[in-house]
């Protein structure tokens, strides 16, 4: 069984930063954050393979956001740099504990966290 719960959304204006905790309890073979704006479905953000700290990203946020973990590995980071409108949303950590599957598919992840909002005005 995989706890999760995130913190640091809040409000910024274009071009500003957050960073956004997920504290995770249990162990995971992969974690992830997810970001879903009302009425569109859930969108992979990036990945962290807890083992090796290998990440992923989707094209949208590559080169402004950054996925890292604390070194008990019990804190997953999304450092968020740049900030558009666009990243509005409400952003989820998600966790596995299984190898294989795809990183940014929602369905892979059993575990889920109950969401931070950041909102982006322009």
């Known amino acids: 069984q995989v706890q999760l719960m995130e913190s640091g959304g809040g409000s910024v204006q274009t071009g500003g930063s957050l960073r956004l905790f997920c504290d995770r309890s249990?162990?995971?073979?992969?974690t992830a954050w997810f970001r879903q704006v009302p009425g569109k479905e859930r969108e992979a953000v990036a990945a962290i393979y807890i083992a090796s700290e290998r990440t992923n990203y989707a094209n949208s946020v590559k080169g402004r956001f950054t996925i890292s973990q604390d070194r008990v590995n019990t804190t997953i980071y999304l450092q968020m740099n740049d900030l558009k409108p666009d990243d509005t949303a409400t952003y989820y950590c998600?966790?596995?504990?299984?190898?294989?599957?795809?990183?940014?598919?929602?369905?892979?992840?059993?575990?889920w966290g109950q969401g931070t909002q950041v909102t982006v005005s322009s």
């Open positions: 998600a966790a596995t504990q299984e190898f294989g599957g795809r990183w940014s598919r929602e369905g892979d992840y059993p575990y």
């Open positions: 249990g162990y995971s073979v992969r």
